[in-house]
């Protein structure tokens, strides 16, 4: 049986980081603008994605829908977004930032690049580059897993 060394186990140090990740940010969008991390990215992917499904948004964010309702829930209970019926499909529901849901977009988007601006300052342009690069290849690799 061979032994895993977690120091040189990709799943664990990737999860690792997103955990640490998820927890900092939490605190800190949570302090700052009274939201968690599953309705900030809620937010921002629908910044981006007007008019998005309920299924296009847990695609995105690579979530079960049923994770992704329930942010959608509290979101329209705050007013930061509104939940209306397709035109086209009876059964589905289109997702859209309101008023107030953009304006926290545009204070927290700033947040967001600040913190991500500060978690990458080590790392060189070439490094980032990189970095972007491996990412990309490793979520790639997990669909097809």
């Known amino acids: 049986m061979q032994k895993i060394i977690i120091d040189r186990h990709a799943t664990a140090q990737i999860n690792m980081l997103a955990n640490k990740l998820m927890l900092k940010s939490s605190t800190a969008y949570t302090q700052n603008f009274g939201i968690g991390m599953m309705e900030w990215r809620v937010i921002a992917v629908l910044s981006g994605n007007p008019n998005s499904s309920l299924q296009i948004v847990s695609d995105l964010l690579g979530l ?5 309702s329930r942010t959608v829930k509290k979101l329209e209970e705050k007013k930061y977004i509104s939940v209306d019926g397709d035109n086209t499909d009876k059964r589905a529901y289109v997702l859209n930032l ?3 849901g953009k304006q926290l ?3 927290a988007a700033d947040f967001a690049i600040a913190r991500e601006q ?3 300052e080590e790392l060189d342009e070439a490094e980032k580059n990189q970095l972007f690069h491996l990412l990309k290849k490793l979520r790639n690799k997990v669909d097809q897993m």
């Not at 079960?64 to 992704?68: E, G, L, S």
Request: overall charge negative; charged content about 30%; aromatic content about 8%.
């Open 64 to 68: 079960d829908k049923a994770a992704v």
């Open 98 to 100: 309101t008023e107030s």
């Open 105 to 107: 977009y545009e204070v």
């Open 118 to 120: 500060l978690l990458l």
